[in-house]
């Protein structure tokens, strides 16, 4: 059996803080719409509840992806994927500041943009992960 190394804990650290932050996201849509009819008053603690787990996850996907760009090499990397890094972190940024807009956003169109483009943003940020750990 292959031993865990530094990498192992590294990766597995972004990548599950990254899957609550994503997955958490399209859970609540999810939830949300059966709440609001048959539990209306428990939808906002719910909601409340989730960003008490997302933004410490979304905290950790930050951190770990610092660690990353100290543990890659990015200046020997090609720069097909220096230029995907540097879009993926843009999409991982532009998540956190949608979510942010659909929490604290006071019209209804804040929340509908901010909640859409957030979890959209975190797939996009998602996906060009996965290309980095298969292109090199
Ligand atoms: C919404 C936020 C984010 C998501 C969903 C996300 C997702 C992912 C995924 C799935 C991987 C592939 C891991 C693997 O090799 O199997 C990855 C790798 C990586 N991420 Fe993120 N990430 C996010 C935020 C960030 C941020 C903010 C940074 C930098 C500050 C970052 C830097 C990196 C780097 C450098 C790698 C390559 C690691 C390696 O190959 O060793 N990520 N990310």
């Known amino acids: 059996m292959l031993s865990p190394t530094t990498a192992t804990i590294r990766i597995f650290l972004h990548v599950i803080a990254a899957s609550i932050w994503v997955g958490g996201q399209f859970t609540l849509a999810g939830v949300v719409p059966a709440l609001r009819r048959s539990a209306p008053a428990a939808t906002k603690p719910v909601a409340q ?3 008490r787990l997302a933004w410490p996850a979304f905290a950790v996907t930050v951190v770990t992806g610092m660690w990353n760009l100290m543990a ?5 990397a090609s720069s097909a994927y220096q230029a995907t890094l540097m879009v ?3 999409f991982a940024i532009a998540s956190g500041a949608f979510v942010a807009l659909h929490q604290f956003g006071r019209t209804k169109l804040a929340l509908a943009v901010g909640g859409a483009l957030g979890a959209l943003c975190a797939v996009a940020a998602m996906f060009m992960g996965i290309m980095l750990h298969t292109g090199n």
């Open 49 to 51: 509840a989730f960003a």
């Open 88 to 90: 993926k972190i843009a």
């Open 72 to 76: 890659v090499d990015i200046t020997t």
